[in-house]
């Protein structure tokens, strides 16, 4: 029986995939498009991960350039304040997800586990009038893996009653890592890898 309930937030709770997109285009617009689409696609294959990897991904990896985390930070800085000014529409929620998570918080334990930045996540949170129905919300820069570990030492889950609801690759690869089960949701590539693919929140839970 399941009680605990991990959240991804993006893609899963907010369709915000193409608006973080643009973030990363603009806060990159001083270099060659041809160096930010493999950012995008690199972006866009990893929804899990955290700004603070994609930008040193970006110079390291793309330009092959050194960064220090003091331009990291300044950067990631500069992507939340184009976030926090975008991502508060309420439009962007994804019906389903807050269907279930409005009509089912008080059944389950529901947490927000997520590669945003963890003071964007909450500052969203409160605008999207989401904070009430989480017991917790955490995000980077501490990574997906550690996050879902401490949660369930902290609360003393039994893994056997909790799973990851997410969207990419690195959810299902956290879930893996923790022991826990993954439902993938969102995104058709991972249903060889879910333990159950979400098409209709009804049929699952």
Not at 172 to 196: C, H, M, Q, R, V
Request: charged share 30%; proline share 1%; net charge neutral.
């Amino acid at each position: 029986m399941i009680k605990n309930i991990l959240f991804d937030f993006d893609g899963v709770i907010l369709d915000s995939m193409t608006i973080r997109t643009e973030g990363f285009r603009e806060i990159f617009s001083g270099y060659q498009k041809k160096d930010i689409d493999l950012l995008v696609d690199f972006h866009n294959k990893n929804g899990g991960l955290s700004r603070y990897v994609k930008i040193e991904y970006f110079f390291k990896k793309i330009l092959n350039q050194d960064i220090d985390n003091q331009k990291i930070n300044e950067m990631a800085a500069r992507f939340s304040e184009i976030m926090r000014y975008k991502l508060t529409n309420k439009r962007l929620l994804i019906e389903p997800t807050i269907n279930f998570i409005d009509k089912h918080y008080k059944v389950f334990n529901f947490h927000i586990v997520s590669g945003s930045d963890q003071e964007e996540l909450r500052f969203l949170c409160e605008r999207l009038e989401l904070r009430e129905y989480f017991v917790s919300i955490f995000g980077s820069p501490t990574v997906k893996d550690v996050l879902v570990a401490n949660i369930i030492k902290n609360h003393n889950y039994k893994k056997s009653e909790t799973v990851i609801i997410g969207d990419s690759i690195n959810d299902f690869n956290s879930a893996e890592k923790n022991k826990i089960k993954f439902f993938g949701f969102n995104n058709p590539d991972l249903k060889e890898k879910s333990d159950k693919y979400i098409e209709n929140y009804n049929l699952i839970f």
